[in-house]
């Protein structure tokens, strides 16, 4: 057992976050040694003798993406980190690094998986291109060009495909569930120190338990695939966005699919400021706009949109890679965000309390606080901040942070894409503005779209890309007075709440007869 208590730094954690987030350095700094702790003492010398490796001089940033990179759930942990804008640039940058790096599998590993997976590959056609491309936290990639001879092509055209195998690595599956049951250990210790490190009481245990639960599909291959099929079918009416291809060879820890030529979407060439502007433009409507503006029951949304699985292919168009982290919105959760911004236009506080309550895991968040946190935000936009994504994603920091609002894990994974999101366009050159500029740009495509439609169906039908009823349109006409007085005049004054009551029971009124 190592004393990893005096080797990692409260005050070297402490540098690495922003302002607003340095004041989470100890509980950070305490649920790390207790992960480490908690590993093999073979696995803890390993990560020890890497650490010595580096330079005496070796700042913390390089230290924690060398930690990273030893660690799959600290490595998966890190590229989702890799773009938050919350930590310092230096440590941003070499956490950059783990969103592919130079492959550390053996050849000979990879021909035993694959020769054990596939059988002998020269029976389906397959050369492989070693040396493998990339490396991520449990898989690596390598490619594969398939001539047409063998006997799995499910084509006769005798033409060669290009390919790549995603194969998970060696003994991934014990080794992710080993630091997956540690970091619900780590959980279950923040929930015991709660008081001692000032955090608030989220019962971490069970949360971690949920984002567990969701970080074990990706070394479950065959949910991917599924992913990818499905994914395949959501985007076929977006042109400018490419998703990878499934071929033939796919087993539980091998998927072959189609190789993508391109570059990082960060590393983009463009030097044309309208050029970079449409780019950033096709990320956020492929993935934020077109998952929350679409039809079906579940929108399906990609979770790890780290620029690593972000190319820019040579034809021009968006390619989305790894589909093992996915969440999925039902109708009612992409109706509650919905009634968030629609409640944030009117300025009015108890209208997004409610709905973030109804949100909240167990109804454990703190109402009082939960109110004095949304009225903080809503002066956010008198001052002039645009009610959109970044605004809807600091309301939900915030209400977890300090008023113990517990969300499901789907919901979890889109305020951590949101913020993975940002940091991307932000590496890419767009403005600050772009995120919601286009989210709300794609509203007003679909709302125009929709219509002529919205005179045939009942007031009350959710049924729209938009997700908006006749019944919020006229509300929300309704309330206009009462929402301009709000804007001007703060919550101060008791004649506003006379307005909301008024327009409440004058709406209620209106659609009552309209049912008659």
Same mark, same amino acid.
């Given at each position: ?10 005050t ?24 480490? +702790?908690?590993l093999?003492d ?8 890497? @650490? ?6 070796? $700042?913390?940033? @390089? ?12 490595h998966?942990l ?8 919350r930590?310092? &640039? #230096?440590?941003?940058?070499?956490l ?9 599998v ?12 596939l ?11 070693? &040396? ?12 594969y060009? !398939?001539?047409?001879t063998?006997?799995a ?17 060696p003994?991934? +599956? %014990?080794?992710?569930?080993l ?12 929930d ?7 955090i608030?009481?989220? !019962?971490? +245990?069970?949360s971690?338990q949920?984002i ?5 599909? #990706? *070394?479950?291959?065959? %949910? ?10 959501f985007?076929?009416? +977006? ?18 699919? %189609?190789?993508?030529v391109?570059?990082?979407?960060? !590393?983009?060439?463009?030097?044309c ?10 990320v *956020? ?16 949304f990609?979770?790890?949109p780290h ?7 040579h ?5 989305i890679l ?8 039902n %109708? ?6 919905v ?11 108890q209208g ?7 949100? $909240? ?5 703190n ?10 935000n ?7 901040? *645009? ?7 600091g ?14 894990? #789907? ?12 940091? *991307? ?10 995120? !919601?500029?286009?989210?709300?740009? @794609?509203f007003l ?6 219509? &002529? ?27 206009? &007075? ?9 919550n101060?004054?008791?004649?506003? #709440? ?19």
């Amino acid at each position: 057992m190592f004393n990893w208590n005096s080797l990692v730094d409260e005050t070297a954690i402490f540098a690495v976050l922003s302002d607003g987030y340095a004041r989470f350095a100890r509980p950070v700094r305490e649920g790390l040694v207790k992960f480490l +702790e908690g590993l093999p003492d073979a696995f803890q010398e390993k990560i020890l003798a890497q @650490q010595t490796l580096l330079s005496p001089s070796a $700042s913390i940033s @390089q230290r924690l993406a060398l930690l990273a990179r030893s660690c799959p759930v600290l490595h998966k942990l890190g590229q989702i980190l890799a773009r938050d804008q919350r930590l310092a &640039p #230096e440590l941003r940058a070499q956490l950059r690094e783990l969103e592919s790096f130079s492959p550390t599998v053996p050849e000979e590993a990879i021909r035993k998986t694959l020769a054990r997976e596939l059988g002998p590959l020269e029976l389906r056609g397959i050369r492989l291109v070693l &040396p493998a491309i990339a490396e991520a936290s449990v898989a690596v990639v390598v490619p594969y060009v !398939d001539d047409g001879t063998g006997f799995a092509r499910e084509t006769t055209d005798g033409k060669p495909q290009n390919g790549v195998f995603k194969i998970l690595k060696p003994g991934i +599956e %014990e080794r992710l569930e080993l630091e997956l049951d540690l970091l619900t250990k780590v959980g279950s210790h923040l929930d015991e120190r709660c008081d001692a490190l000032a955090i608030p009481h989220l !019962d971490y +245990e069970d949360s971690f338990q949920q984002i567990c639960e969701k970080l074990r599909s #990706e *070394v479950c291959l065959t %949910e991917e695939q599924n992913h990818l099929a499905l994914a395949a079918k959501f985007y076929a009416d +977006e042109p400018q966005v490419h998703i990878p291809a499934l071929m033939v060879h796919c087993t539980s820890r091998v998927t072959a699919m %189609e190789r993508i030529v391109g570059v990082k979407i960060t !590393d983009h060439s463009l030097e044309c400021r309208h050029a970079r502007r449409r780019l950033a433009d096709l990320v *956020v409507r492929a993935l934020m706009a077109h998952p929350f503006f679409s039809r079906p029951k579940e929108a399906m949304f990609h979770c790890d949109p780290h620029a690593g699985n972000l190319f820019w292919t040579h034809d021009d168009r968006l390619a989305i890679l790894d589909w093992s982290l996915v969440s999925w919105l039902n %109708e009612a959760e992409l109706l509650a965000l919905v009634q968030i911004l629609q409640a944030a236009t009117a300025m009015n506080t108890q209208g997004i309390v409610d709905v973030l309550l109804q949100l $909240s895991d167990r109804r454990s968040a703190n109402r009082t606080a939960l109110a004095t946190i949304v009225k903080s935000n809503l002066e956010k936009i008198r001052h002039g901040q *645009v009610p959109g994504c970044g605004w809807f994603v600091g309301l939900l920091d915030e209400a977890v942070q300090s008023a113990g609002l517990r969300l499901a894990a #789907e919901l979890m994974l889109l305020r951590k894409s949101l913020h993975s999101l940002e940091g *991307v366009l932000a590496d890419m050159g767009a403005d600050v503005w772009q995120l !919601d500029r286009t989210v709300f740009t @794609q509203f007003l495509v679909h709302f125009a779209a929709e219509f &002529p439609g919205r005179w045939l169906v009942s007031p009350f039908s959710h049924d729209f890309n938009t997700h908006l009823s006749n019944t919020d349109l006229t509300q929300m006409a309704i309330n206009y &007075p009462s929402t301009v007085a709000r804007f001007w005049l703060g919550n101060s004054f008791d004649v506003l #709440e006379t307005y909301r009551r008024t327009d409440k029971l004058l709406g209620e009124s209106l659609f009552r007869q309209d049912d008659n």
